[in-house]
């Protein structure tokens, strides 16, 4: 299996990583190349087997659903590149 | 007593409480250690205020008679875990800035145990890489240099804490292992590297890379240390839902070098097409050290090993991915600079682009395109089928009786800092073959340097155990190293 051009614009896109177009070749080709690396998996018989979930068996632990923590805005925001009046800022958002 | 950094946790526990040396002196020796080492670019940012408050602390403590496990040993923390008020950024310019509010428990359970913090280490950005190349600080370098004086990586992704350790710039340091990333450093530099089981050792306040395959871990100089440091670091902890709910045991009275009848199996699936001669005979001289301890050796076979590898490179790019969505340019670290008119996917697009290096990149793109619609089963639900074909073989050894597995740690001795300059990525993924099998199947590994390639090199072998089987897997490792008798150390250069 190989990627074109335009599905490594389109992982990109996903991925919200910007890629300059004169890049999208070399791009394709790496991913590409992993791909191909992968493509070993389709060797092994796997008819019947579960697809492992947690590699330890063990149940996941429970606890009170209560409020166990929170009440520092300030740190939360201390690491924000733009924070403004106790809320995180981003660019202006317009749908 | 002089080149106190040279010192083992366990001798430096021992002079301390026998008054010997002061912490402050222990911690002094490491600083001036790590102010010379700038050429090895292990410690990335240094906390020598804290360290020697610590080290103070330290001493009061040992006086009052009050000393737990590891009081006033200094010791280096690498960058993959938060530190509260200390620059955390997992080697990536996405972080550049980013001091945490709070702790790792790892690191706290270390400052609870009395270890003194010297600074953060070196690594491949965000744990990703196999020669601690891919750092926004630099590379790191190994101590050690090969015959003809090239540089060689120390690596990866822990890099920076082997070569620390190696170079005694501190007597113990963490390191964290997804897919090799104790192991393959500790058997490049010539020291110990233990990986433990999924969830002995909390992932709360790591930075993330592949959650179902992290595990932190101990670096140092002696598998007893290795001991000591685990016991330190491990804790049941409520804030890890993946934490395992199983009480700590003293590592270091498990020590006893007696592992008669146990049985030791050697995958035969490992003996891979063109291993170096040197890595094979190494590989029969630890068979033949733990059968003069009295183990009985065993051929086994680990069928699905072969496939370790392109498994592990699908789960954790698509676990990468999804974890590293977090660095948005919103809440923490870097964000780009906009231009007029950008919008917030232009925001995001930006940052991350500008935030994450190259291999980086390429595996948070890997693990979108295999978690997206269409390619989700093809690709990461076969890959998770075959991790539980891989455990399946290991089940299947030690229910037949195994009690441990033997295996080279590595491909090779280390290599030219830059060799992998001009591979292809899957190259550079090939140094873990022998270490990803056992992060798949969440099992516990161990690397102990063993011998010497005909440059001089270290190798290591490492040893896999059974599950929350640290005690007796470090135990095996013990009577390794003590038949190996590895005392080389590099030649200081730096």
Not at chain 2, 41 to 57: C, L, S
Not at chain 2, 141 to 153: C, F, R, S, Y
Request: charged share 20%.
């Amino acid at each position: 299996m190989s990627i074109t051009e335009d599905e490594a614009r389109k992982v990109a896109h996903l991925a919200r990583i910007a890629v300059e177009d004169e890049a999208l070749p070399a791009l394709a080709r790496e991913l590409s190349g992993i791909l191909q690396f992968m493509e070993q998996l389709n060797e092994v018989d796997v008819e019947g087997v579960e697809p492992m979930t947690g590699v330890i068996p063990m149940r996941l632990k429970r606890r009170e659903d209560v409020v166990t923590t929170g009440g520092m805005p300030d740190k939360i925001l201390a690491n924000a590149p733009d924070a403004r009046e106790g809320f995180f800022a981003v660019p202006k958002v317009v749908e | 007593m002089s080149d106190l950094n040279t010192l083992t946790i366990a001798d430096a526990r021992d002079a301390l409480s026998g008054g010997e040396v002061t912490s402050v002196e222990l911690t002094e020796a490491c600083l001036g250690a790590i102010g010379a080492s700038g050429p090895l670019n292990a410690f990335v940012h240094g906390t020598p205020e804290k360290a020697m408050e610590m080290a103070r602390a330290a001493d009061a403590r040992i006086r009052a008679g009050d000393a737990v496990a590891m009081t006033g040993i200094p010791v280096g923390i690498k960058d993959v875990f938060c530190v509260k008020g200390v620059p955390s950024q997992a080697a990536s310019r996405i972080l550049e800035g980013f001091t945490p509010e709070y702790e790792s428990t790892v690191t706290q359970n270390l400052w609870n145990a009395g270890a003194v913090m010297l600074g953060k280490l070196n690594m491949d950005e965000f744990a990703m890489g196999s020669t601690n190349e891919a750092s926004c600080y630099g590379r790191a370098v190994n101590p050690w240099k090969a015959a003809d004086g090239q540089e060689l990586t120390p690596g990866g992704s822990s890099g920076g804490s082997a070569a620390a350790v190696a170079a005694d710039l501190c007597l113990g340091a963490t390191g964290t292992d997804t897919g090799g990333s104790i192991r393959q450093p500790a058997a490049f530099t010539g020291t110990v590297g233990l990986r433990p089981t999924y969830g002995r050792v909390s992932r709360w306040g790591v930075i993330a890379y592949a959650s179902s395959l992290d595990q932190a871990g101990p670096m140092t100089k002696t598998v007893r240390d290795a001991a000591i440091m685990l016991g330190a670091m491990a804790s049941v902890d409520p804030q890890d839902s993946t934490s395992a709910d199983l009480p700590v045991p003293d590592y270091e009275s498990l020590l006893t070098g007696d592992i008669r009848g146990k049985k030791i199996g050697i995958p035969r699936e490992y003996r891979i097409d063109g291993m170096p001669d040197d890595i094979a005979a190494l590989w029969d001289k630890g068979a033949d050290m733990l059968r003069n301890a009295g183990a009985e050796i065993v051929d086994i076979s680990l069928p699905h090993t072969k496939y370790a590898l392109p498994a592990y490179y699908v789960i954790a790019p698509a676990e990468a991915s999804s974890n590293l969505a977090r660095y948005d340019g919103v809440r923490y670290g870097r964000r780009a600079r906009l231009g007029h008119g950008d919008g917030i996917v232009e925001m995001y697009e930006k940052t991350r682009a500008e935030g994450f290096g190259p291999e980086v990149q390429r595996r948070i793109m890997i693990g979108t395109y295999v978690l997206s619609a269409g390619f989700y089963d093809a690709y990461y639900n076969r890959a998770r089928k075959v991790r539980a074909l891989i455990k399946r073989d290991f089940d299947t050894a030690y229910a037949d009786g195994i009690d441990a597995i033997l295996a080279p740690t590595t491909p090779s001795a280390a290599f030219a800092l830059g060799a992998m300059d001009n591979s292809d990525p899957v190259a550079m993924y090939l140094q873990d073959v022998f270490t990803v099998t056992l992060n798949l199947a969440g099992l516990p590994g161990i690397s102990v340097p063993v011998g010497q390639d005909k440059q001089g090199l270290p190798l290591g072998l490492q040893l896999i155990g059974r599950p929350f089987e640290e005690g007796e897997l470090l135990n095996q490792a013990l009577v390794l190293e003590r038949s190996a008798g590895f005392v080389a150390k590099p030649q200081r250069w730096w």
